[in-house]
C-alpha cells in the first residue's frame, strides 16, 4: 500500500495532471489535434503513452480524432481524445455514435471564450449545453467539470470508470484556468483510485448479441479481434447490432440509453455543499468560479450575509434533485457562471420558481472575481428584504 511521503508530492498543472490521470486510468491510445487551451494534453501523452506501450497519434482534425478514437476503443483500447470549443463542436456526430453504438470514450474539452474561434487563450464556461445538447436526437449525457488540478487527475478517472462502466462517451468540461493554474498534488494518495474496466462477454465466442443488456441495462463489450461476431452501426439497431425500422426496438433501446445511466444517476451525479446548513442565499458554481464563491462566501458572512455555496461537480446528468432540495431551505440562489447562463436554466427547472434566482453571469474571456459575486449576494439582499 503506497503512503504519502514528502517525495510523493508533484506540482502539477491542470493538463499535466490530465495527462497522467488517464494513464493511470488505463488509457493506451490518443487521437486528437492540436487546440488551445487543451495542446498540453496532447503533448504529455505524446510522451507517455509511448512508455506504457500505447499510442498517440495526431489527427487531420477533430472529425477524424474521436473517430480513430472510437476505433481504438472498439478494438479494446480505453481512450480519449482532447480539444477546446470549436474541435468539440467538430466532434458532435461522433459523440451521437458513441452514445448509440455503446462506444466508451473519454473527451476532454478545454473550454475558450465564443462562438467561432473566440478567445483562443481566454477562459470561458462556454459549452456547457453543448456537451449535452450538442449532438442531435435524444441520447444521454455525462459531463464532469473539475474545480483544481488535484480534481482533474480525479475526475479524469472517474470519466474513465464512467465509460468503460455503462458504454457510454464521458465529457470533461475544464475552464482554461483550471487547464493552467498549478498545484501541489499527493500522487501517493491519487494512485489508490479505484480502476474500472468493460465487462467482456464470458462464453466461447460465436453468435454475440452485442447489444443484449445486462441487468444494469448494459451489454458486455467483446473487442474486435477477439472471435465474437456482432456488427457495430449508428443505425437503430437491434441486440445483434443490425440495422432496424421496427419501432418497438427502436422505442426499448432508446429508453435503456437513458435508463442505464439513470439507474446510476445517484453515484454519478457529484456535489460539493459549503455553508449551507443556516443559509439564507446559496451561490450555484463550477470549475474556477466555485473557487472566487468561496472566497465571496468568507467576504458576505463577515457582513453578516449567510451565504453558501452549492458546487456543481457532475453538470450532466444536472444535479436537479440536489438543488430542489436545498431550493427549499433558502431564500434566494444565485447562479455564477463564464457564460451568460447555460446552467441558469437547470437551476430554474429546480428551484421551481424563477423569482427566487439572481444572476452573476460574464462572457468576457475574463474570469468572475469574488466581489463580483459579493455585490451580487448584497444586492439581492437589499432587493429581497
Known amino acids: 500500500m503506497a503512503t504519502s511521503t514528502a517525495n510523493s508530492i508533484e506540482l502539477l498543472a491542470g493538463n499535466t495532471a490530465c495527462a497522467k490521470a488517464a494513464i493511470a486510468a488505463g488509457c493506451r ?17 505524446a510522451r507517455l503513452l509511448p512508455e506504457v506501450g500505447g499510442r498517440f ?22 481512450a480519449m481524445t482532447a480539444t477546446s470549443g470549436p474541435g468539440f463542436s467538430l466532434m458532435q456526430e461522433h459523440i451521437g455514435y458513441a452514445a448509440y453504438a455503446e462506444v466508451p470514450c473519454v473527451i476532454v474539452d478545454v473550454m475558450r471564450g465564443g462562438p467561432s474561434t473566440g478567445l483562443p487563450t481566454s477562459p ?31 475526475l ?30 499527493d500522487m501517493a494518495a491519487l494512485a489508490k483510485l479505484p480502476i474500472e474496466n468493460r465487462k467482456k462477454p464470458t462464453g466461447a465466442p460465436g453468435r ?15 473487442p474486435f479481434g477477439d472471435g465474437y461476431r456482432y456488427h457495430v452501426t449508428g443505425l437503430a439497431h437491434d441486440e445483434r447490432g443490425y440495422p432496424t425500422q421496427n419501432p418497438a426496438v427502436i422505442a426499448a433501446t432508446q429508453r435503456r440509453l437513458h435508463d442505464k445511466i439513470e439507474w446510476q444517476r445517484r453515484d454519478i451525479v457529484q456535489f460539493e455543499t459549503v ?21 465571496a462566501l ?16 457532475t453538470l450532466w446528468p444536472s444535479p436537479t434533485e440536489e438543488i430542489a432540495a436545498l431550493a427549499e431551505q433558502v431564500d434566494r440562489i444565485v447562479v ?29 474571456g475574463e474570469t468572475i472575481t469574488p466581489e463580483e459575486i459579493l455585490a451580487v449576494l448584497k444586492a439581492g439582499r437589499e432587493t429581497h428584504v
Not at 477524424?64 to 478494438?75: D, Q
Not at 450538442?134 to 487527475?153: M, N, Q, R, V, W
Not at 447555460?342 to 427547472?349: A, D, F, I, P, Y
Open 208 to 222: 454475440h448479441l452485442a447489444y443484449a443488456p445486462g441487468e444494469d441495462g448494459v451489454p458486455v463489450m467483446a
Open 124 to 154: 470561458s464556461q462556454g459549452d456547457v449545453m453543448q456537451a449535452r445538447w450538442g449532438t442531435h436526437g435524444d441520447h444521454p449525457s455525462i459531463a464532469l467539470a473539475p474545480a483544481s488540478p488535484k480534481e482533474f487527475y480525479e
Open 275 to 295: 455553508d449551507c446548513n443556516d443559509a439564507e442565499v446559496v451561490v450555484f458554481a463550477y470549475g474556477i468560479v466555485s473557487a472566487a464563491a468561496r472566497q
Open 298 to 313: 468568507r467576504l458576505a458572512r463577515a457582513q453578516g450575509i449567510r451565504a453558501g455555496l452549492f458546487r456543481a461537480i
Open 57 to 78: 497519434i495526431q489527427m487531420e482534425d477533430e472529425i477524424a480524432s474521436l473517430a480513430a478514437v472510437i476505433g481504438a476503443s472498439l478494438a479494446g483500447k480505453k
Open 336 to 364: 455564477a457562471e463564464m457564460n451568460l447562463g447555460q446552467m441558469l436554466g437547470e437551476v430554474q427547472r429546480a428551484a421551481g420558481n424563477a423569482k427566487r434566482i439572481d444572476t452573476c453571469l460574464k462572457a468576457d
Open 156 to 185: 479524469t478517472v472517474r470519466a474513465f470508470n464512467l465509460a468503460e462502466r455503462l458504454r457510454t462517451p464521458v465529457t470533461l468540461l475544464c475552464d482554461e484556468v483550471v487547464a493552467h493554474m498549478y498545484e501541489k498534488v
Open 29 to 45: 491510445f490518443f487521437a486528437g489535434y492540436p487546440i488551445s487551451p487543451s495542446s498540453e494534453i496532447a503533448e504529455k501523452l
